[in-house]
């Protein structure tokens, strides 16, 4: 599992997006927004995300939340966690915007997710805040990557680049570590 955890404008989609580029397996995204509270719905977006990648992926799944209104979670996601596990090569699902989700259901059915994700797919996560889910347990167990805002700031050599590539802004060395140090080497500051 990877963690990107940190404020707005810091480039974590932008991260993610550079990082799904050089890949050479499928990736599955699905961004969340503040109406994705039913856990039920949001299972659904997950099946359909993963599809992209597999359209054999979640048809049970799929199945199961048709068939019934109030089908556990935890049926829904072994069966799609069974269909994972069957892919034949690696894949990653990326959740993007996490911090939108509030619903303790949501939480619980990605928590079972991340606690049963079978070898053949990453899970990546980009949020604004750190998720309720079990990141103390997978951090101590050296399950979980983690890209924090410190590592996504630009030093003062990154921002002269970043500056001089898109902006085409030249600067003292001086001018731009006081710019460095006045946004705290965030990408957003720095454009605007």
Same mark, same amino acid.
């Given at each position: 599992?990877?963690?990107?955890?940190?404020?707005?404008?810091?480039?974590?989609?932008?991260?993610?997006?550079?990082?799904?580029?050089?890949l050479d397996h499928?990736?599955?995204?699905?961004?969340?927004?503040?109406?994705?509270?039913?856990?039920?719905?949001?299972?659904?977006?997950?099946?359909?995300? *993963?599809?992209?990648? &597999?359209?054999?992926?979640?048809?049970?799944? $799929?199945? =199961?939340? +048709?068939?019934?209104?109030?089908? !556990? #979670?935890?049926?829904?996601?072994?069966?799609? *966690?069974?269909?994972? &596990?069957?892919?034949?090569?690696?894949?990653? $699902?990326? =959740?993007? +915007?996490?911090?939108?989700?509030? !619903? #303790?259901?949501?939480?619980?059915?990605?928590?079972?997710?991340?606690?049963?994700?079978?070898?053949?797919?990453?899970?990546?996560?980009?949020?604004?805040?750190?998720?309720?889910?079990?990141l103390p347990r997978?951090?101590?167990?050296?399950?979980?990557?983690?890209?924090?805002?410190?590592?996504?700031?630009?030093?003062?050599?990154?921002?002269?680049?970043?500056?001089?590539?898109?902006?085409?802004?030249?600067?003292?060395?001086?001018?731009?570590?006081?710019?460095?140090?006045?946004?705290?080497?965030?990408?957003?500051?720095?454009?605007?």
């Amino acid at each position: 599992c990877s963690l990107l955890s940190a404020p707005a404008g810091t480039g974590k989609t932008s991260l993610v997006a550079a990082w799904v580029a050089r890949l050479d397996h499928p990736v599955a995204w699905l961004a969340l927004d503040e109406r994705d509270q039913e856990v039920h719905q949001v299972l659904r977006y997950l099946v359909a995300s *993963l599809q992209t990648i &597999a359209p054999e992926c979640g048809r049970t799944a $799929l199945a =199961l939340l +048709d068939a019934q209104s109030k089908v !556990a #979670p935890e049926m829904v996601l072994t069966s799609m *966690l069974n269909d994972l &596990a069957a892919l034949s090569a690696p894949a990653l $699902l990326v =959740l993007d +915007d996490y911090h939108l989700v509030r !619903a #303790p259901a949501v939480h619980a059915a990605i928590e079972f997710l991340l606690n049963h994700l079978p070898p053949t797919l990453h899970l990546a996560i980009a949020t604004r805040e750190d998720p309720p889910l079990p990141l103390p347990r997978l951090r101590a167990s050296g399950q979980m990557t983690e890209v924090r805002a410190a590592d996504l700031s630009f030093n003062v050599e990154e921002a002269a680049a970043f500056l001089g590539a898109g902006v085409r802004m030249r600067l003292t060395a001086q001018q731009m570590a006081a710019l460095v140090e006045r946004t705290e080497g965030w990408a957003a500051g720095l454009q605007l």
